[in-house]
């Protein structure tokens, strides 16, 4: 087998690592390897097959293109232009499944060859496997998960370690979990579009990504996890996604969770994944989110299954886009943080809201309060009114999983 590599960074290095170690088990040969700069790599093993000209890539004869550059462009180009060869391709590149995934799956079903994506959620999880095969059988009716090693990276050491975001941030990119542009991480753009792909797939619907509610991290201060502490919680960037009567609501926003959850325990780059079968019940996929090794490891998984002619049905990307919820419709607590002098003010109008409440921190610059509501809608009034009458411009909300 044949296999062309389009980018040689952290995943495509894990991919050929994990190519040499198993040469003994099986007979992958690569042909060539594209990258951005050619200089950068002259010491690199397999340097000789390493080129800036994707000319020169098409050019080879392979039976599989695993694309892990990353991006929309010019990594879409390559794709199709792989596909419309009938050429099998692999690819890491959730930005792309994202966006373009019902397009990309028609023009391989067109061109009869296969598709394949497993490193793009979860890194090194095994999950869209078993989600499309092992439980075929199930109805999926919710999911929730840490889809991001990155800002699990983040959350896991400021909570940890007391370390600034700014410097954890920096750490994660070092160690190669961020992506190119780490907005897509600590806006959340990054666990959303995962989410996009594992719910399109779950609910056998087109979901897409920025349907989602989506709030990310950058927010984020030492005094959140201040008050996460208080409450004997960590804040862990959560996606969840349900579908009930023909409509899907979904977000991914840092929320709350208790210290003895099966979320809490899931820390730094590791990623978790439940779902929630009619017929299984809940299962969990548990593992490294982000990295060299474990990335690199998923992209292989999907090499060896075009190489034993294993296809799967990814046709729920071709199907038609459905509605989105964004906001919470049943019960829920949340943390509100408010910057205001009239702190007085602010809890006479909540104790004349909400039944449910208690005072977490009262400070002479901020004040926390806990509630407990019946919907999300509930919360947003309250804020709305709080605003109206001029007792707080600066708030903020901290969702917690109930
Ligand atoms: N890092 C991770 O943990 C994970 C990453 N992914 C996904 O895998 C993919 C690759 O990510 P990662 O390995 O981290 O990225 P890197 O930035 O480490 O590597 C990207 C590679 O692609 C090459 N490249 C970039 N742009 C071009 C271009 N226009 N033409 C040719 N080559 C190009 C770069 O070349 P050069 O070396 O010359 O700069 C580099 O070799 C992305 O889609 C990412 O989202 C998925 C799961 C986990
Ligand atoms: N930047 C991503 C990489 C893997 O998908 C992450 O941090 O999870």
């Not at 548990?286 to 299954?305: F, W």
């Not at 707080?392 to 909300?397: D, N, S």
Request: hydrophobic fraction near 40%; charged fraction near 30%.
């Amino acid at each position: 087998m044949k296999i062309a590599i389009l980018g040689y960074g952290t995943v495509g290095k894990g991919l050929v690592d994990m190519i040499d170690s198993n040469k003994e088990k099986r007979n992958i040969k690569i042909v060539s390897i594209l990258v951005n700069n050619k200089s950068k790599h002259k010491d690199s093993k397999y340097a000789n097959l390493i080129t800036e000209d994707v000319e020169e890539v098409f050019n080879k004869e392979f039976d599989i293109l695993v694309e892990l550059i990353g991006g929309l462009n010019p990594a879409y180009e390559y794709i199709k232009r792989a596909l419309e060869s009938k050429i099998n391709v692999v690819t890491a590149n959730k930005d792309m499944l994202a966006e373009y995934g019902d397009k990309l799956v028609t023009i391989a079903k067109e061109n009869n060859v296969s598709l394949r994506f497993e490193a793009s959620v979860g890194g090194g999880i095994p999950v869209l496997k078993p989600l499309i095969e092992s439980l075929e059988g199930n109805l999926i009716k919710s999911m929730y998960a840490i889809l991001n090693g990155t800002t699990n990276y983040i959350l896991s050491k400021m909570y940890d370690e007391n370390l600034s975001y700014e410097e954890v941030l920096k750490e994660a990119q070092e160690l190669g979990f961020a992506e190119a542009n780490p907005e897509s991480d600590v806006e959340g753009y990054d666990a959303a579009r995962k989410l996009s792909i594992l719910s399109t797939l779950a609910y056998d619907r087109r979901v897409y990504w920025r349907d989602f509610y989506l709030e990310g991290i950058s927010r984020i201060d030492m005094k959140d996890i201040y008050y996460a502490k208080k409450l004997g919680c960590k804040i862990k960037l959560v996606g969840k996604s349900e579908i009930s009567d023909e409509k899907i609501s979904g977000y991914v926003r840092p929320v709350l969770v208790d210290n003895d959850s099966l979320l809490s325990r899931v820390d730094n780059e590791y990623n978790i994944v439940v779902l929630n079968g009619n017929s299984v019940g809940e299962v969990s996929f548990v593992g490294k989110g982000a990295g060299k090794e474990p990335t690199g490891s998923a992209a292989y998984a999907d090499v060896i299954d075009i190489l034993d002619k294993r296809v799967c049905n990814i046709d729920s990307f071709t199907k038609e886009k459905i509605e989105v919820e964004k906001t919470i419709n049943h019960n829920c607590e949340a943390l509100l943080i408010f910057k205001s002098p009239k702190k007085d003010e602010i809890i006479d109008l909540i104790n004349d809201c909400v039944y449910d409440h208690r005072i977490i921190d009262s400070t002479k610059e901020e004040l926390a309060i806990m509630i407990s509501v019946d919907s999300e809608y509930e919360i947003n009034n309250i804020l709305c009114f709080i605003n109206n009458k001029g007792y707080c411009k600066e708030y903020r909300r901290l969702l917690k999983i109930i």
